[in-house]
C-alpha cells in the first residue's frame, strides 16, 4: 500500500521544479493530487503525465497572490477528490535584481516577496484548515529555504519573508495541534530548478555546492522526498518543525572553509 494511499494533496507551484517531483512522488504512493499553479497550461501537463504513469491528478490555476483565486483552488480541489488531507504551500521566492541588501531594496518588491511567500501561505494554511479538520487531522507543508535561517549579504526580503514562513508553520502548528492538524516546513538549500538555473551563473552555482557538507548540489526529488515524509502519517508526532535539506550547507560554522586542510 502507498505510502499516501486514500489521501488528497494540494501542491501549489507544482508544475515545475520541487513542486512536480512532490506531485509525481505523492501521487506515486497514492495520493490524488491537485497541481496548482500559475502557469494552468504546465499544471495540465504535469496531471496528463502522472495520470498517464496510473495515477490521479488535476492541474488547476491559481495565482497565489490572490485570495480569491486560492479558495478556488482549494474549493475546486476539495469538489475533485472529496477532501483534503495535505496542503502544500510551496509556491515562493524574489526578483534577486530587486531583492538587494537593505540599502538598495526595492520597498516594493519587499512588500510583493512578502505577499509571495508569507500572505500566500498563511492564505492556504487558512482556507486548508477547515477540510483537514473535516477529515480529522492533516498535514501542512510550507516551503521556506535556508535563507530564512541566516543573515546575507543579498536578498534581505527573501530571507525575511522564508523565516516568517517559518514562525508562521509553528504558530499553524500550535493552534490546530489538538484537532490533529500538523505543520512542518522545509527549508531547502541550493537545487537544481529551472529558478536556480535562471537566477545563478554556473561558476555561482559551483560556488554554492563547495560550501556543501556533500559534494553536489540537490535535485528536486530530494526535497519532495522529505515533504512525502512530512505528508505521510510516517511524521504523526512531528510537528512546528523545519526539516533542512540542504546538503549541509547550513551544517557548519562560516570559518570552517577557512579552517578545511586540504589532504597532501
Ligand atoms: N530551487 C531552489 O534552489 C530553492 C531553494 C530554496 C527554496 N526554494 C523554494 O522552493 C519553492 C519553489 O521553488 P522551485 O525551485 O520548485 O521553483 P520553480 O521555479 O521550478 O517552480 C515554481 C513554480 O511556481 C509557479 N508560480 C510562480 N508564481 C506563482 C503564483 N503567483 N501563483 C501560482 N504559481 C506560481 C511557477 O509557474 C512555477 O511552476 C519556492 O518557495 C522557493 O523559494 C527553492
Known sequence: MGRLQGKAAIITGGASGIGMAA???????????????????????????????????IGIAVDVMDEESLADLVNASVQEFGRLDVMCNHVGGSN??????????????FDRTMQLNVRSALLGCRLALPH???????????TASVGGLAGDYMQVAYGTAKAAVIRMTQYVATQYGAQKVR????????????????????????????????????????????MLFLASDESRYITGQTLVVDGGMTSHHAIAEDRRIQPD
Open 183 to 226: 505543520c512542518n516546513a522545509v527549508a531547502p538549500g541550493a537545487v537544481m530548478t529551472p529558478a536556480l538555473q535562471n537566477n545563478l551563473s554556473a561558476e555561482a552555482i559551483d560556488k554554492i555546492r563547495s560550501h556543501n557538507a556533500l559534494p553536489f548540489i540537490g535535485e528536486p526529488e530530494d526535497i519532495a522526498a522529505a
Open 23 to 57: 506531485a509525481q512522488m505523492f501521487a506515486a504512493e497514492g495520493a490524488a493530487v491537485a497541481i496548482a499553479d500559475l502557469d494552468q497550461q504546465q499544471a495540465s501537463d504535469a496531471a496528463a503525465r502522472i495520470q498517464e504513469a496510473g495515477g490521479r491528478a
Open 132 to 142: 483537514l479538520i473535516d477529515v480529522g487531522g492533516g498535514s501542512i507543508i510550507n
Open 96 to 109: 534577486p535584481r530587486k531583492d538587494l541588501d537593505v540599502l538598495r531594496l526595492d520597498l516594493e518588491e
